[in-house]
Structures are given as structure tokens and as C-alpha cells.
């Protein structure tokens, strides 16, 4: 394993490793690593001659300055963790990163204007702008997302074909804690108890699930009523869409709807996903 921190030393292995014909699977990541983001390195060790982790918190994905500041920044037990099974560890400084202001604009139309997009205005072009930029310097044959981030998961797929760069995205299920609760950098900041309580985001998801024979205003409507139950809760949005589009859907067809949901607990903001 190499731990790299600048962009031209980054180049140089990787122009190596190109020149041997080897492929590589990138996973990118903002540290703080977790069994989720282990999966996606196991899934990408397995597929891939080469794996390339990068760690980096992005900071122009966040727009609320407490959230980047609290951020867990973990390097050292990062690298530890991931060492057997990752080859390349690209954790640069932000100014290796952002030199200069990033200017990027990216429109995605309907898909970046809902959920995350509406909640959290610059948080995809800020999520955009280091997935190309990274993509453009490690030139990954597959890189590998998790489904948790559904939305994110979505526009990256968009951002590749707008940009139709030569890389194969790959989702990967989320990871849950035996609980239910799943897995998230964002957990580290929840208490024992906290953690008790935010298990039931995923229980009160699969109630959306065995009611998806309803309409979907009253799924929406025994979830609201369930997570307001919850007073350590504060429900920031729970939708129901079309699984591909995002856009929101009057009916679930199997398979093809999924229901995200945003939440504050404690001042930590958790977000979940179910395929209904
Ligand atoms: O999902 C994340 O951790 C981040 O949004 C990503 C994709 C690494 C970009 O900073």
C-alpha cells in the first residue's frame, strides 16, 4: 500500500500501473471508513488488479459549516484499517485539491431538484465536481458507490454519461449495523443511546415497505406519523419516487420505487434508503 498526498505523485504511479495494462477500481471516500465503505473495497479488490482509495473531506459539498467542521476526520486509523486490502491511498490537502476556486457549474436537471437537491442547494455540484476531478486524474476502469447515498449514487451516474467518461459506476447495497441502523461516518458522532434510537429509521422503513400496496399519500402519511412518535426525531423529508428518475410517483410498482428519507437526531443529520 502507498499513501500518496499529491496530484503529481498520484499521476506518476498511476501512468505506471496504466502502462502494465492493470485494471483499477477506485473507491472514493471522505475517510472517517466504516464497514460500508470496506464492502465497496472488497467489492472493488475483487474485480480489479489495482484498488485506489481517496480520502478526502470535500468541503464544497457541505453547506453548513458546523456539519464540515464536525466532520470525523480519522487518517491514521483510516489507513490502518484499509491497508491489506487497498493498493493506492490518495489523501490530499484541499489546496492540493482546489488550488483555486473550484468554477465547475453542473445542471441535472429534475434529478438534482429533489430530496438532497432541494435540501441541500450546491451540495451536488459540490459532490460533482470532486468525483470528475478525481476520475480525471486516477482514470479508474470501475469506481464503486454505495446505495445508501441513492440520490448521490443517481447523479454520478448522470455526471458520466453528460460527460460520457470511460468509467463503469457500480452501486453497492447498504451496509446495516444488526440493528437495522445503516452504516454511516455520520454514526460516529450519534450516543449509545442515539444509535438505539436511530436503529428505528430502518424499522419504520420496512412499515413503508409492507404497505406499499397502498396509495402512496397514505404510506407517506403512517411514516410521518410514526417517525413524529419519535421526539428525539426531527423529519427533514421522506419521499416516495421513481427509482431511476427520482421524481416523485402517486403508486409503488415493485421494484422500480424507492423511499428515501432525511432526519436530524441530535443535530446529526442521517439519511436512509428502501426499494419498495
Ligand atoms: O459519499 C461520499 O463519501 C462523498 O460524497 C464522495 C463521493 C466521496 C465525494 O466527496
Redesign the pocket.
Known amino acids: 500500500m502507498i499513501l500518496i498526498k499529491t496530484i503529481d505523485e498520484l499521476t506518476n504511479v498511476l501512468f505506471r500501473i496504466r502502462s502494465s495494462e492493470k485494471s483499477i477500481g477506485f473507491v ?3 475517510g472517517a471508513l466504516h464497514q460500508g465503505h470496506l464492502s465497496l473495497l472488497q467489492r472493488a479488490r475483487k474485480e480489479n488488479e489495482v484498488v485506489v482509495c ?1 480520502i ?3 468541503p464544497i ?1 457541505f453547506n453548513n459549516a458546523e456539519d464540515l467542521a464536525k466532520y470525523p476526520r480519522t487518517l491514521d486509523r483510516d489507513v490502518e484499517l484499509i491497508k491489506s486490502i487497498t493498493d493506492v491511498i490518495f489523501a490530499p490537502e484541499p489546496e492540493e485539491v482546489y488550488p483555486e476556486i473550484p468554477t465547475e457549474k453542473y445542471d441535472f436537471g429534475d434529478l438534482g431538484k429533489v430530496m438532497e437537491g432541494a435540501y441541500r442547494p450546491g451540495h451536488f455540484n ?2 460533482a465536481t ?2 470528475n476531478r ?1 476520475f480525471n486524474w486516477i482514470k479508474p476502469d470501475k469506481a464503486y ?2 446505495e445508501k ?1 441513492y440520490q ?1 449514487l443517481a447523479i ?1 451516474r448522470e455526471m458520466v454519461r453528460q460527460k460520457s467518461l470511460p468509467v463503469e459506476i457500480i452501486g453497492c447495497p447498504t451496509v446495516r449495523e444488526e440493528s437495522g441502523l445503516a452504516v454511516s ?1 455520520r454514526n460516529q458522532r450519534l450516543t449509545a443511546e442515539e444509535k438505539v434510537i436511530a436503529a428505528n429509521i430502518y424499522r419504520i422503513l420496512q412499515e413503508a415497505k409492507k404497505n406499499s400496496n397502498l396509495p402512496v399519500s397514505q404510506i407517506k402519511q403512517l411514516v410521518v406519523s410514526e417517525i413524529e412518535k419519535i421526539k428525539e426525531f426531527k423529519l427533514e423529508y421522506f419521499e416516495i419516487a421513481d427509482a431511476k428518475t427520482l421524481q416523485p410517483v402517486d403508486k409503488v410498482t415493485e421494484g422500480n420505487t424507492i423511499a428515501c428519507i432525511a432526519l436530524y437526531l441530535g443535530g446529526v443529520r442521517l439519511i436512509d434508503e428502501i426499494l419498495l
Open positions: 472514493p471516500t471522505m481517496s478526502f473531506v470535500n459539498q459540490g459532490v470532486i468525483v478525481l458507490f454505495g447515498d448521490q454520478i461516518s
